[in-house]
């Protein structure tokens, strides 16, 4: 094998393991903000008619959405990056072997 030849090699090898690298990130999800309940659950505090907690309700709601189409995104971002990688590794294969036909042809 030529010089040319192990550098495809060694593409092809960097190319698949981030496409792996992506697809095992792909899984990965941040988990959701959760507040424990108070512990005086008969107690009620209201603030210019209303209640202390709900400002910190509508966060959590506000928040956990965001995290979800944050979760979504990320996940179909790295699918893709991963399908880009395999689709990389897959030229440098097929440029790798190209390049073993002329050698062995010009033989």
Do not use: C, H
Request: proline residues 2%; neutral net charge.
């Amino acid at each position: 094998m030529t010089l040319i030849s192990w550098i495809w090699s060694i593409f092809i090898l960097i190319f698949f393991l981030l496409a792996i690298l992506n697809f095992i990130r792909s899984t990965k999800k941040v988990s959701e903000f959760q507040v424990e309940e108070r512990p005086m659950k008969n107690v009620s505090f209201i603030v210019r008619g209303v209640d202390i907690d709900e400002p910190l309700k509508n966060f959590i709601t506000d928040f956990n959405a965001y995290v979800a189409d944050y979760n979504k995104s990320n996940s179909k971002q790295n699918m893709i990056a991963g399908l880009g990688f395999i689709a990389a590794a897959l030229v440098a294969l097929l440029s790798l072997f190209l390049e073993l036909k002329i050698i062995n042809s010009s033989i």
